[in-house]
């Protein structure tokens, strides 16, 4: 499973022009599963997100985590995160996983997320074409992979 992780004064995600969720100053999160994927990479990975020190403490330094600063979370089904571009200039989506795995893996995600967050977790709509807008505050993008701890 990897997530992207970035740092945003504001993010919404709308679904044929109409915004389905958007959130202000937090985390956009966008999150490709692939086949071989488990509840324990969901346990790494949604740990490892809400106890990241990404943002300022009072002296400036980024020390502090995303409950500590309120913050909010947003998660988004990103398959593409998946991509090999190993081979030639077209991206391969053999190591994404199907639906009927991937669907269940990202909701069980997002709820372990809210879990820890001690709140709910907005979120895009599963295998919807949707349109991300974001602030990227910083910029601050953090990419993490729970195959490579």
């Not at 966008?30 to 969901?42: Q, S």
Request: charged share 25%; net charge negative; with cysteine.
């Amino acid at each position: 499973m990897r997530i992207l992780i970035q740092r945003v004064t504001r993010a919404e995600v709308a679904i044929g022009g109409v915004c389905r969720s958007r959130i202000g100053r937090g985390l956009l999160v966008l999150v490709g599963v692939c086949a071989e994927d488990t509840d324990e990479d969901i346990e790494y990975l949604a740990g490892k997100l809400v106890r990241l020190r990404i943002f300022d403490d009072e002296a400036g330094v980024m020390n502090l985590d995303v409950r500590q600063t309120e913050g909010e979370i947003l998660v988004v089904s990103q398959f593409t995160l998946q991509a090999s571009t190993r081979k030639g200039n077209r991206p391969s989506y053999i190591h994404a996983a199907p639906e009927a795995v991937s669907r269940p893996l990202y909701e069980r995600f997002t709820a372990r997320v809210a879990e820890l967050l001690g709140r709910s977790v907005p979120t895009g709509e599963f295998g919807a074409d949707m349109q991300v807008e974001l602030v990227n505050d910083g910029p601050v993008t953090i990419w993490i992979d729970s195959k490579a701890r």
